[in-house]
């Protein structure tokens, strides 16, 4: 009886794992590239969000006279306040449009405070970790110090 030795098909051990190793640092890599892609539209949408709440803050003093109470908070830029001071010049969609009062890149409300401390009013993020304080993304962020903020994870 003759044998047929046939050629086998398939992968062997080490060019499977060679295949793994070479996906595993494919996926590093397009891992940290989002990641610092990710920094970057969260600091956009920061400034973004602060800027635009800041204009509705100054168009509801232009209208009124003052800026809503820190009692009535950010809410009074899309709905009129029954609470004293109640707004006599109030638009019809708010101050924001038909939006919702944006939250941070961490889906927290920002804290608005009126008076401030140094200012009109305090408008502020707690930064990632929702805490006071910190440096890089867990920095507290207002429309103040916004140009200081860093989130590039290489810097931290």
Partial sequence: MKRILRKQKGFTLTEILIAL??????????TLSLLGNTDKANLQKLKSDLGTIEMALQNYKLDNGYFPTTEQG???LIEKPS????????PRNGYLGSRAIPTDPW??????MQPGRNHDY???TLGADGR?????????????????????????
């Fill in 21 to 30: 190793a070479i996906v595993a640092i494919m996926g590093t890599v397009v």
């Fill in 74 to 76: 950010l809410r009074a």
């Fill in 122 to 124: 305090d408008l502020y």
């Fill in 132 to 156: 006071p304080g910190g440096d890089g993304e867990n920095m507290d962020i207002s429309p103040w110090n916004v140009h200081e903020a860093n989130f590039n994870r290489d810097n931290q």
């Fill in 83 to 90: 609470t004293n001071p109640v707004p006599q010049n109030y």
């Fill in 107 to 112: 889906k927290r409300e920002y804290v608005y």
